[in-house]
């Protein structure tokens, strides 16, 4: 998968104010606001971004937190993880691997079989349903 690299004028031409925001510049959306939390239909969900596929909607759940939370990624590898120190958390930071958009982050409280949380910003997201 070649990388992705555009400018920040590119990304901003792009891109919406709050998912420039959240993707290039790694912020947050504030929780029960994104448009996606609530999507409960059949689809994938893809970077807004680069349309890289990310989740798959049989791996969603509602994990009660405020953002769209999935247990795995659709495709082994489209996801890299990096240590995220800000905030004065340890955390761990998810961007796609083919574009670098700040995603959200993932956490070791997540349901069966990966055990994992991955709580993802509904702004860097593009739902495509089935």
């Not at 998968?1 to 590119?10: A, F, G, N, V």
Request: proline share 5%.
């Amino acid at each position: 998968m070649d990388k992705i690299r555009k400018t920040e004028t590119e990304w901003k031409l792009q891109l919406s104010q709050e998912a420039f925001r959240v993707t290039r510049q790694a912020g947050t959306e504030r929780p029960f606001s994104g448009e996606l939390y609530r999507v409960t239909a059949e689809g994938d969900y893809h970077c807004i971004c680069c349309d890289s596929l990310l989740f798959k909607s049989g791996t969603k759940f509602d994990a009660g937190c405020g953002w769209p939370s999935f247990w795995q990624e659709a495709v082994p590898g489209s996801i890299e993880r990096h240590r995220d120190l800000s905030h004065g958390m340890i955390r761990e930071e998810v961007r796609c691997a083919r574009c670098d958009a700040h995603l959200g982050h993932v956490f070791p409280d997540g349901p069966e079989p990966t055990g994992e949380r991955y709580c993802i910003n509904s702004v860097a997201l593009k739902f495509y349903p089935d």
